[in-house]
């Protein structure tokens, strides 16, 4: 069974930073591309940045050039560095991977964490 857990997240000032985490185990055979969505109350959940297995990235415009994703495909692990975080940022983050599984009869899946709160003050 995979799973994806996430970490990182918390109550912070505005103009402040977190780095949140996510990470995969299971029984994976590859990871392809790893994305961090987010869900604000009363709002649909929506995509903030993905990376693809081979690094390349592309973000939501409202978190460009303050938000950067990255993975370490050895830890199985997708992060996102947020800076100069804004209250409009709070919301409930979400780890998602595409990933192909061993021992599956339909071996690609897509994945979601539980999700961890940002929460951003003003």
């Known amino acids: 069974q995979v799973q994806l857990v996430e970490s990182g997240g918390g109550l912070v000032q505005a103009g402040g930073s977190l780095r949140l985490s996510c990470a995969a185990s299971?029984?994976?055979?590859?990871?392809?591309?790893m994305a961090w969505y987010r869900q604000a109350p009363g709002k649909q959940r929506e995509l903030v940045a993905v990376i693809g297995s081979g690094g390349r990235t592309n973000y939501a415009d409202s978190v460009k050039a303050r938000f950067t994703i990255s993975r370490d495909n050895a830890k199985k692990t997708v992060y996102l560095q947020m800076n100069s975080l804004l209250p409009e940022d709070t919301a409930v983050y979400y780890c998602?991977?595409?990933?192909?599984?061993?021992?599956?009869?339909?071996?690609?899946?897509?994945?979601w964490g539980q999700g961890t709160r940002v929460t951003v003050s003003s």
């Open positions: 998602n991977a595409d990933i192909l599984e061993i021992f599956k009869v339909v071996p690609r899946n897509d994945y």
């Open positions: 299971g029984s994976i055979s590859r990871i392809n591309a």
